[in-house]
């Protein structure tokens, strides 16, 4: 039987052990894994290849056959790599050099031929792997820049394997590309694929420019490649695929009583919802005159605090008028988290009406915490959280809720079903799936969707509040205008982006 086998870097779950010995495995986060995943799940006769997130030098043979056993019930086939291997061609040549320059970040990036001879080694070692496992009939599906290597390695043994190759990330213009030392060889590597797939128009476009000048090939009308083998000829297709969710798996996932409890437990805190202990914006205000009574010896600047709460009292009025904002992002410097916090910051400085009544639920997962870079971008997103914090809280009201954990389906659809603006405002991104999760879960009822000009999904979602994520300005206007559309308007947006 004809089989499709996914290919990514890392399996869609993890292992862990439990207390009696045995393992189990639970599923991971990230994008790759939320588009992909439910594919795989419920399609039994489809496999997936990835790193097992194990080092095979740790564990005894017993140990690593029986996590073996126990990703292969699950079609999982996992490939060990050792901590070299993963320094090299993870977190290095995939991690520091292709992630920053595809991204269009290539201050960040490092060129550094160790960890290309471990990319290309891994990549080997994958190949090796699938050899003794692929049917010449299956069809063979690899993700991303992690295996761009890998069509080519397989395409030397199974001459008529079907081979496609996806990728989630932007692929960079030509200019940023050539940029890099090995951009050839991963050309080479990528045209050993049938099939060639990219967010966008304009990454096929980007990637076409970089095949024509570093391949010095013509590429025909309809986007294919001729790719010559001896005498025979193939064609490698490339297209645009723009990647979706899995629809009503959000839709469902928010009503389920978990995310409505969620979501009930927003609006108590934010006060859009009445809860136990009342603490009103009104008691808040009156104590802020007689503080200010108290205070009236300072200077002018200490008493800034009681005119926010009397201001915001006043303008807003007391009942109503609260309201959420939300953002579900992976912690990388390619998210634009900094940025987002500097137009909150502005809003409510701009727009102190917005004091007391917005509330910002910000769901922040670090990632990659041993890179300098990346510790240095949670510690920046920390202070700016406690900056703001400081600045504009009130006894009754703090306007960022920051958490730092990964959640699972259910509270993050209780998140997105909680916010009247999801703030999406990555500075470069493939696609951006918690836009499209976030209208998911929502299902064309009201909420607004500010969204990044510099991702995928703002090619599709053409009616979101679309702004250059760089516009501290811009991305404060919108936020502002998001918030006081009506729930008409915010409807006839939202249906727009519903399924047919
Ligand atoms: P990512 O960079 O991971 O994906 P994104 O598309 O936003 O980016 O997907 C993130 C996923 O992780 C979403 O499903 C989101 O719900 C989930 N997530 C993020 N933070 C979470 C948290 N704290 N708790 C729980 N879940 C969390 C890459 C590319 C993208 C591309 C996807 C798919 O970088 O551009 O859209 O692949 O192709």
Redesign the pocket.
Known sequence: MARLIIVSNRLPMSLHAKADGTYALSQN???????IGPYHKSHHDCLWVGWSGIDPKTRSKEEIDKISDEFVSNRCIPVFLDQAEIDGYYAGYSNDTLWPLFHDFAHEAKFDSSTWKVYQEVNQKFADTMADMVNPDDTVWIQ?YHLMLLPALLRARFPKLKIGW?L???FPSPEIFHQLPNGKDLLEGLMGADLLGF?TEDFCMNFLASVRSLLHTEVDKDGRIPVQNGNSQRFVTVDAFP?G?DYGLYRRNAHSSLAQAMRHGIEAVSGKRTRRVSTSLTAESEAAVEAGETWSTYTEDDLSEVRLAQSAAAKRGTKGNKVVVVS???L?Y??GLPERLRAFDLMLSRYPEWVGHVTYYL???PSREDVETYRQLKDQVDQLVGEINGKYSLLSWTPIHY???????K??CGIYTAGDVAL?T?LR???????K?YLASRDGRDGALVLSDE???ARELTDAFIVNPYDTEAVCEALHSALEIGSGEAKRRNAECRPA
Do not use: Q, W, Y
């Not at 493939?430 to 836009?435: K, R, S």
């Open positions: 986060v990230g994008g790759l894994a939320t588009a991303d996806f989630h990330i932007p967010h990647i969710i579900v992002s992976r990388d390619t998210k769901l922040a997962t958490i730092t954990r990964s959640l699972p389906i509270p993050v999406v990555p991104d493939g696609m951006n799936l918690v836009a999760e991702c995928g999904a």
